[in-house]
């Protein structure tokens, strides 16, 4: 055994080896050490014999509390939805003009719809439901599908454009680009189409406006209607009102009425449950107007 | 570069020639047969890489040979070089770690519409950059070092550690690049394909090889505890990544494969591997560096050799057991989750011993933490490496890990441990060895030791805190019920709450930073400094006696 040296600082002696010029004190481990050791193998030794923790050939111990983080979450999740059917239930059964009048549970739905529609809605309506540009303000209750409860959660649940079997269509034809209209007919009634809802025309569109009325007759009515003011079985927008939903500029409408548009909004019936889809249609119905 | 290249025989400048031939050979076969998949670019990466080093080779190939002196001395030019790229290393990955911490804050900084430039390309840069590329650099430089010190033995020869350092280096490049090509496992920490594997584990084996070598030569009857640990890092490393990584090629030209293991095998497969490379790559190699250079810097023996040897194989035992904990309350069946948290409870022990042994072994010595910043810089890591491997033990408890998990406290505890451990112990044991391995008495700056000091130690201190009241609240957001029973806050709502906690977080992250450009200038100009002088042998390392030490082969 090698011999060590007796250190000053501590009193005790090194273990005789040296490396370097690093050596090491033969000091005992110390007791609290052990100790530690004790309560940590205690902890472990309760959670073997309360939970489910060894391996067995062919299954494993299973632990005395009978524990199972399966069984213990299916019976969370059915203790919720049995602690919220108080009122759930409520909003299925009921009809949107009953849970509207009702304001203690449109409290519940509205707190709900806007957890809902932020977390699922808001990445293309935004998390005030105004929109931008390609996704409609749904608080400005200028609608392409129509208000009413009802249609709001036929649009949610089969979705436009979607792949749902009965989805809404949303056809604005691409009349520059299939060749129907030449481009100056186009800029006639995008000059014609602007000064409907009175904005300013740009430079040299006044003279257009007269010839793009008649462009406008002769294509556009079937689904925008004579007055302009849009169908809502089709989806049209109404053109004479202060809402654009792909930009009022000239070259933004141009590019409309070239290249036409397909809005698409997903099929929601097929990612959430009935009781979601009304939540969010009530709340989607509740919105008021945000201020500009 | 011919000087580094006249250290080595001229048999050994010839083998160096015929690997990179090999190895440009490799990249051109890579480039031609990925030719239109991101595997050719790789290819180019590695032709580049190796034939600009066959260029200096043979740049420094006619210089006089070595003479038989050599094998007298302690071969260091690779711990040289391996300092110098360990601190590149860290500036950069550092860096990229500010940058990715910025656009959480402000996502609008992706300054081009470019998938190179994203947060999902550039995150895996900061962690391999930093965990790789700087911890890595700094294990095997340190661990050249501190293995011929402490076996008074001779590298075996001066070709097998540049290998190592310089085809590490070549994973890290390799790795990098492809991230920011879209190139990825998908798994954390394993990210790279199945050629940078390959070549990994051809590094490794040598890596180890060359530790045994020089071990069976030692001139010390026993092996330094520094070493176990080393070698732990070594062995254990190599096992974990060929398991992980075992995954079948698309195709010889491509550079996407898939994984051996699936759905929640895979998943444990992945966590056992991460949770012992936290283990046996930040942790033990680390340990490895601390029971070095500390006991030297402090010229205090070792508060107890049994306690660190306890601790060693208490540490090694343990952690095996305890990845499971990255997988709390998924479909991991919950026995193997319970088996994970009573072994992370238990690894407290060991790991609190190992901090505790540190801190003792400045019984002595306080007066010098005060006035050595060097110093300070290791008591400062010993202290946060208690601290994080309790947050751990905690963290891995179940209902614990419920809060924690998936929030910023799982960051905040990986700082706690990489900023205040990883990056604490090694820029003190580095400021310990620059001056041994340049043969000055101190550092350029001593002073610029000092200002590192505080910049990091407030960086670390301002980013744990940050994170831990962002996670603990993103935490309680998400629990958050209202009257009705169904969720207060969307998910929205929470990430709208963590903006300040990530602005103070790239704030902390900068100071980091800049800490670590000081001290990037400050051996920068430690070694000009060197240069200059080099009046002969004034370093403070212990002279070598003749015969004292085993020669090299
Ligand atoms: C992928 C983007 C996207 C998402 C997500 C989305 N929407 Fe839409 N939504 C649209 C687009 C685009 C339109 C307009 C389609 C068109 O041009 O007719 C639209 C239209 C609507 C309309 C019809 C508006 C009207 O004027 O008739 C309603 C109602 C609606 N969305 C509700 C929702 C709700 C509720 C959700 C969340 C469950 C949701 N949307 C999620 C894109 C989206
Ligand atoms: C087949 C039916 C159809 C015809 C014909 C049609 N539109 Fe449309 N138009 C639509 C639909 C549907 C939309 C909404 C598209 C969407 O939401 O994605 C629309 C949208 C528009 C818009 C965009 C409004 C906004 O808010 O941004 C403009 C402008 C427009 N149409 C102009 C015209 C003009 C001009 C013509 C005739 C040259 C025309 N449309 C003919 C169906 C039609
Ligand atoms: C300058 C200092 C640093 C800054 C600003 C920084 C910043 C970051 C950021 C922003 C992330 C991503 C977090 C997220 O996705 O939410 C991250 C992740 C990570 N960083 Fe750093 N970092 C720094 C230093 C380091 C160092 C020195 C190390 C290791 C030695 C390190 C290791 C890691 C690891 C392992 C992760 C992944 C964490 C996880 O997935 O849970 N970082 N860092
Ligand atoms: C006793 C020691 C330790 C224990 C028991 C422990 C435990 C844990 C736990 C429970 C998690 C969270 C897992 C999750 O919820 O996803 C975690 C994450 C992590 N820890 Fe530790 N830890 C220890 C020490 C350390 C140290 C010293 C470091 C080093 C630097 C470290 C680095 C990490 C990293 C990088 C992660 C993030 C992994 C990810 O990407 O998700 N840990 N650890």
Known sequence: MDVGKQDTVTGRITTGHEWNGIEELETPIPRVVFLFLGAAFVFALICWVLYPTWPLIWTYSKGLLGFDQRATVTRQVEQAAADRSVWTTQVMDKSYTEIEADPALMHLVTETGRTLFIDKCAACHGVNATGGTGFPDLAAKAWLWGGEPETIEETIRIGINSTNADTRTSQMLAFGRDGMLQSGQIADVVAYVRSLSGLAPAEGDAARIEAGKQVFADNCTACHGEDAKGNKDVGAPDLTDANWLYGSDVQAVFTTVYSGRQGHMPNWGAKLPPLDIKILTLYVHSLKKVAP | MVRLVSGMTVTERQIALVVLLALSLIGLAMAAGGRGDPMGAQGFVVLVFSVGL????????????????????????????????????????????VWVASLLAWPELTFVDQAWAS????????????????????????SFHVLQRTSRARL???????????????????????????????????????????????????????????????????????????????????????????????????????????????????????????????????????????????????????????????????????????LHYTALPQWVQTLGMSFSIMLLVPSW?????????????????????????????AVFYGLSTFEGSFMAIRPVNSLSHYTDWTVGHVHAGALGWVAMITFGSLYALVPWMWKRETMYSPKLIEVHFWLALAGTIVYVFAMWNSGIIQGLMWRTYNDGGT?????????????????ARAFGGLLFLSGAVVCASNVWLTIRAAQRERRGETGTDVPIVAGAMQAGE
């Open chain 2, 54 to 97: 066959a260029f200096a080779v043979m740049a420094g190939y006619y210089a006089p040979e070595p003479d038989e002196s050599r094998l007298t001395r302690y071969y260091d030019d690779p711990t040289k070089v391996g300092i110098v790229l360990t601190v590149i290393w860290a500036v950069v990955g550092m860096a990229v770690g």
């Open chain 2, 119 to 142: 947060f999902g390309r550039l995150r895996p840069v900061h962690t391999s950059g930093v965990i790789f590329g700087f911890g890595g650099n700094a294990l095997i430089a340190t």
């Open chain 2, 156 to 326: 075996p020869d001066q070709f097998t550690p540049w290998f190592v350092l310089i085809g590490y280096n070549l994973f890290c490049i390799v790795a990098a690049s492809g991230y920011l090509m879209g190139i990825t496992q998908s798994k954390e920490y394993a990210e790279p394909e199945w050629y940078a594997d390959i070549w990994l584990v051809i590094v490794w084996v040598v890596y180890f090889l060359l530790y045994l070598r020089t071990l069976a030569r030692r001139k010390e009857p026993h092996i330094y505890v520094a070493n176990w640990y080393y070698m732990a890092f070594i062995l254990v490393v190599a096992v974990l990544h060929i398991v992980n990584n075992l995954a079948v090629p698309v195709s010889w030209g491509h550079a996407k494969s898939y994984s051996l293991f699936s759905g929640v095998q895979d998943a444990m497969t992945e966590w056992w591997y991460g949770h012992n490379a936290v283990a046996f790559f930040l942790t033990s190699g680390f340990l490895g560096m601390m029971y070095y250079y500390l006991p030297k810097r402090a010229g205090r023996p070792i508060f107890s050799y049994r306690l660190s040897i306890i601790s060693f194989w208490g540490i090694t035992f343990f952690y095996m057991w305890a990845g499971s904990h990255h």
């Open chain 2, 353 to 381: 011993a190992s901090a505790g042994n540190a801190l003792a072994t400045l019984n002595g010595a306080w007066h010098k933490v005060r006035d050595d910043a060097v110093l300070r810089f290791m008591m400062v890591a």
């Open chain 2, 487 to 503: 969720l207060a806050y969307s998910f929205l709502d929470s990430v709208e709450a963590m903006h300040p906690y990530y602005i």
